[in-house]
Every structure is written in structure tokens, then in C-alpha cells.
């Protein structure tokens, strides 16, 4: 058994709930133990350094309890344990991601607005924790089937011009796991925007079949380490002109997981960011997500 629970962020929304149960999944598949944590927020007129000092008692709370309540007649759970956190859930969540194999949560929960597609919490979790992120959507966004079934993919974006080893690593992973296949989708800018200044010549005219044969094969190229070690998935490349995002995002419609990488920390930009197309897919695929931090 890995000793690196899956952690499950449960606020008692249908969200959480839902994500529980994607959770429950995936430390089985993974042989983990299960950590369900609730955090309570502080009231936004309280002051933290007055507070009682000590973590709340995970008896002592009603989300737990429904939880509790929710798993009781389960049979073959892994080792569960529940923690009670108090603060602020956003910056909490990425914390207890440093000791977990991964962590789960819903695309919203109980605060904020309704008309919000991914609440201010997941968006925390995703950009700031150390362990992956997968983000589970509230049922029938973008039409998309809501059960998962056999045959049906795992997704995965990567960039030809800089692939990032470690989320095509979890989405082979998973997809072995899963005893599913692979979708990879490689997207290139199509058509190619040209600026000129007044008096330059044209540039000559850019073959979009051969755009498209170069991406192909720098993809296949970093996808072969990863066939050799997963000699059981089968993986194919789809590489299409156009918005990244928008590809992932209708990929999603049918697929059991997308996965998407977060964006380097860079010399001048040390913060950690989203990037766009991970942004966008957060908001509106049909599945769940899952986000890869790159290694340091």
C-alpha cells in the first residue's frame, strides 16, 4: 500500500460529495488510504491570533459526521482517517496537498455565487499545491455524459514546444490504472498571424500540412518514453490546428479525465501560475480535471 493518502476536500455541497466519491475511486485504484478533510472558515469578522489555539476536534463536526454517515454502509473501504482543519480554505487546502498522493475536491462549494463555474477555493488548490489536483464538475456541464464508462479516454494535453514530462507521466499512470486508453491532443497555432511593418515584404507562405507533420512527430517523440514504460496503454495522438483549450474541452465530453499541466515557476515570474489553457478548461470541461504541478 502507498502510505500517501488521497485527500478529499468535503465542505457537505453536492460538489464534495461528488468528489468524495471520485476520490474513494481513486484510492482504491492506487491501494492508498483515504484522508476527508473539512476545513472551517473563519468567520470574515474573526481574528485568527484570538481564536483557541489546536486543531478542532474531527468528532465534533457536522460535515464529517454527514460523511460519516454518507460511507456507513460501505463495504471495502480503504483506511480512512478525517481531519478537521480551521482558516482559510484556500490556503489550507494547497498545504495539506504537500504530504498527499493527490488532492480532490469539487469545482464549487457552499459559498459564493451560484452562477460562479469554479469557485475561489479550487482555483486556490489547483494553482498553489505541490501534489496534483483534480477538480470533479458538477454533473451535465457542457452535455457531457455524466458516468464514466468502459472504453471511454483519459485525455491529455501536451505542448510540442515545451512538454512537460510530468503530466503525460500521470496521464499514462492513470490511464493504466484505469485500464483505459489515451487520448493525447498536441494543438498548434492555426492560422499563423504575420505583423509587418510598412515597406516589409510578405514572409513566404507557411505549409500547414507540414505544421502539422513537425508537431505530429515532436509529439510522438516525447510520448515514446512513456509507451515503453506503459506497453499496455494505447495512446493516440491527435494533432489538430487551433485554440488548445477549446480541443481539451470538447475532448472532455466523452472522456473519463482531462489532464493539464500548471505552469512553470520562472526566474521573472516566480509566482505560481494557472496558464490559460489550463484556466479554461477548469471552467468549463465536462469531466473532471486533473492538474499537474512541473517538478521544481
Known amino acids: 500500500m502507498n502510505t500517501q493518502p488521497v485527500v478529499a476536500a468535503v465542505d457537505g455541497s453536492e460538489d464534495s460529495l461528488r468528489a468524495l466519491e471520485w476520490a474513494l475511486d481513486a484510492a482504491h485504484r492506487r491501494e492508498a488510504p483515504l484522508r476527508i478533510v473539512h476545513v472551517r472558515q473563519y468567520a470574515p469578522w474573526a481574528q485568527p491570533e484570538v481564536l483557541a489555539a489546536g486543531p478542532p476536534d474531527p468528532d465534533d463536526d457536522p460535515v464529517l459526521d454527514q460523511v460519516r454517515d454518507h460511507l456507513a454502509e460501505r463495504a471495502g473501504l480503504p483506511a480512512v482517517e478525517y481531519a478537521a482543519l480551521e482558516g482559510a480554505p484556500g490556503a489550507l487546502l494547497p498545504e495539506v496537498g504537500a504530504t498527499a498522493r493527490m488532492l480532490v475536491l469539487g469545482s464549487r462549494g457552499r459559498g459564493g455565487f451560484a452562477s ?164 479554461a478548461v477548469l471552467l468549463h470541461a465536462a469531466s473532471p480535471v486533473a492538474v499537474v504541478p512541473a517538478p521544481a
Not at 489515451?182 to 507557411?206: H, K
Not at 502539422?212 to 506503459?230: D, Q, S
Request: glycine share 10%; with cysteine; charged share 25%.
Open 116 to 279: 460562479l463555474l469554479l469557485g475561489s477555493n479550487s482555483l486556490a488548490a489547483a494553482r498553489d499545491a505541490e501534489c496534483p489536483v483534480v477538480v470533479v464538475p458538477p454533473p451535465g456541464r457542457g452535455d457531457g455524459d455524466e458516468k464514466a464508462g468502459p472504453g471511454r479516454p483519459v485525455v491529455v494535453g501536451v505542448n510540442a514546444d515545451s512538454p512537460d514530462e510530468a503530466t503525460l507521466a500521470f496521464a499514462f499512470d492513470e490511464a493504466a490504472l484505469r485500464g483505459a486508453p489515451l487520448r493525447v491532443v498536441a494543438a498548434y497555432p492555426w492560422p499563423l498571424q504575420t505583423w509587418m511593418l510598412p515597406g516589409e515584404m510578405p514572409p513566404p507562405e507557411i505549409d500547414q500540412g507540414a505544421v502539422e507533420h513537425e508537431t505530429r512527430t515532436l509529439a510522438e517523440g516525447f510520448l515514446a518514453p512513456h509507451r515503453e514504460r506503459h506497453p499496455g496503454v494505447t495512446a493516440e495522438t491527435d494533432v489538430l490546428p487551433g485554440d488548445a483549450a477549446g480541443h481539451l474541452v470538447e475532448a472532455s465530453r466523452d472522456a473519463e479525465l482531462v489532464v493539464v499541466g500548471r505552469h512553470r515557476r520562472r526566474l521573472l515570474a516566480p509566482a505560481r501560475m494557472m496558464g490559460s489553457v489550463t484556466q
